[in-house]
């Protein structure tokens, strides 16, 4: 199997406290971009070795593209009510005096029909969440573990 693997769904994106690299300021502009959870990517991977070898790529993304600065209004709308003393970065696309790229909306039908997979998390706010209900603070962590 050939793949082409769309963004990591990752809370720490927007609760790091850089700024977002040049490469990452580029794709801020774009109308829809496509993510997947890694358990998504994980299970396509394990489908893809139960089949013949073939030629065929599979598009690995979500059901959901979805313009980049939605995605991370919700992430930081997440992270925010998960922990209000959280630092979270706001980030604005600076679109003006550059011309966006064209962009394609990709299908992920031959990976689920041909190999039968079915997306644990299919849309970025079911993954996001995923995300933010297995992470945990350091101060959350420390207080269930005794540790100071």
Request: net charge positive; aromatic share 6%; glycine share 4%.
């Amino acid at each position: 199997m050939r793949s082409k693997i769309s963004g990591f769904l990752a809370v720490d994106t927007i609760t790091k406290g850089e700024s977002l690299s040049p490469r990452q300021k580029s794709r801020e502009s774009k109308q829809y971009t496509a993510r997947i959870h890694v358990a998504d990517i994980y299970q396509a991977i394990l489908a893809s070795m139960s089949v013949r070898s073939s030629r065929r790529i599979y598009n690995v993304v979500d059901d959901d593209p979805a313009p980049r600065a939605e995605v991370f209004a919700f992430a930081r709308s997440l992270v925010e009510r998960r922990d209000p003393n959280l630092t979270v970065h706001s980030t604005v696309p600076d679109t003006q005096g550059r011309i966006v790229a064209a962009e394609k909306r990709v299908s992920n039908a031959r990976l689920k029909e041909e190999l039968g997979v079915r997306l644990l998390h299919p849309t970025y706010k079911s993954g996001l969440q995923g995300i933010l209900d297995s992470w945990r603070t350091k101060s959350t962590y420390s207080n269930e573990t005794g540790d100071v």
